[in-house]
T-cell receptor
């Protein structure tokens, strides 16, 4: 049972345009959501997070939106840069001790 | 600079062998985690530990065990490796106050033949 889903395996955008990555979850106990970024041959790195009491969090070019009623979150990258090309994982926590449940990942490719 | 290191980047083992994967963090973090990453499945939690000698099962603990004798070190043990355990294994750690913001090691690509 996949409690966190990223339905788009890949996304391709042009440099300078907006990238929108989506994530859906099913468990109502989740109260904290994160996005991680992963380059090949490296471990994932934390990118941005949002708690369930907010609906938006911004950090520079990255914004995460949370729609609790729809159990949906999204990551917006504006403007997209070639260095943003990576695998993006959404993750959800709230059940115990820092345990995270990850989505399947979306491969983002930003073309120059 | 925070650091999580894993003992090997690549490992090849035979079916039935006992395999040890070691993870060390230098950030004095309370929490440590072992995941495996497979194509189309994302990262799946195998085991985690919130204190020395404490461990909790994750979502896919079958076929694995763990050991945490010291705060900085968390070991994953495959008691009898099988081909289905061929995967990328990732270790992570986090402090108690920001427990969801996990720091990951570079991963160990394990192949079981």
């Amino acid at each position: 049972d996949q409690q966190v889903k990223q339905n788009s395996p890949s996304l391709s955008v042009q440099e300078g345009r907006i990238s929108i990555l989506n994530c859906d979850y099913t468990n109502s106990m989740f109260d904290y959501f994160l996005w991680y970024k992963k380059y090949p041959a490296e471990g994932p790195t934390f990118l941005i997070s949002i708690s369930s009491i907010k609906d938006k969090n911004e950090d520079g070019r990255f914004t995460v939106f949370l729609n609790k009623s729809a159990k949906h979150l999204s990551l917006h990258i504006v403007p997209s840069q070639p260095g943003d090309s990576a695998v993006y994982f959404c993750a959800a926590g709230g059940t115990s001790y820092g345990k995270l449940t990850f989505g399947q990942g979306t491969i983002l490719t930003v073309h120059p | 600079d925070v650091k999580v290191t894993q003992s090997s980047r690549y490992l090849v083992k035979r079916t039935g062998e006992k395999v040890f994967l070691e993870c060390v963090q230098d950030m004095d973090h309370e929490n440590m985690f072992w995941y495996r990453q497979d194509p189309g499945l994302g990262l799946r939690l195998i085991y985690f530990s919130y204190d020395v000698k404490m461990k909790e099962k994750g979502d896919i603990p079958e076929g694995y065990s763990v050991s945490r004798e010291k705060k900085e070190r968390f070991s994953l043990i495959l008691e009898s490796a099988s081909t289905s355990q061929t995967s990328m294994y990732l270790c992570a750690s986090s402090p108690t106050d920001t427990r969801y913001e996990q720091y990951f090691g570079p991963g160990t690509r394990l192949t079981v033949t």
